[in-house]
C-alpha cells in the first residue's frame, strides 16, 4: 500500500496558476503509475494525466494538454501538477492515485488515493 499525502490547491482566478503536490510514504513510487484525477460536482472522477516513474512518460487529457505539466523529484517521492492558464471549468477536487506499472490503463487500476484538494477558479 503507498500512502498518498496531498498538498497545493486553493482559489485562483481565471488565468492562473497553482501547483499540485503528490507525496508517497511507506515506499517509493518505482513500478508505479502516478496520476492525477479530478470530480467535480455532481460529476464523476476524470483522468487529468499520469506519469510513469520508471521511464517519465506523461499522458495528458485533452482538455489540459498545454496547460498542465506533470513531473516528478525522486529526491522528494513527489509528483507535481503544474496548472497554468486555469479555467472555470477546472474548478473540481483534484486526486493523485497510484497503479502498477503493467496494470491496465483505467481508473479501476488505481488502488491507492490521495486526500483530494480543491481548486477553485473563479471567473
Known amino acids: 500500500q503507498v500512502q498518498l499525502v496531498q498538498s497545493g490547491g486553493g482559489l485562483v482566478e481565471t488565468g492562473g496558476s497553482l501547483t499540485l503536490s503528490c507525496a508517497a510514504s511507506g515506499r517509493t513510487f518505482r513500478q508505479y503509475v502516478v496520476g492525477w484525477f479530478r470530480q467535480a460536482p455532481r460529476k464523476e472522477r476524470e483522468f487529468v494525466a499520469h506519469?510513469?516513474?520508471?521511464?517519465?512518460?506523461?499522458s495528458y487529457a485533452n482538455d489540459v494538454k498545454g496547460r498542465f505539466t506533470i513531473s516528478g523529484d525522486s529526491a522528494k517521492n513527489t509528483v507535481y501538477l503544474q496548472m497554468n492558464n486555469l479555467k472555470p471549468e477546472d474548478t473540481a477536487v483534484y486526486y493523485c492515485?497510484?497503479?502498477?506499472?503493467?496494470?491496465?490503463?483505467?481508473?479501476?487500476?488505481?488502488?491507492?488515493w490521495g486526500q483530494g484538494t480543491q481548486v477553485t477558479v473563479s471567473s
Open positions: 506519469i510513469t516513474w520508471n521511464t517519465g512518460s506523461t
Open positions: 492515485g497510484v497503479r502498477r506499472i503493467f496494470s491496465s490503463n483505467s481508473i479501476q487500476s488505481y488502488n491507492d
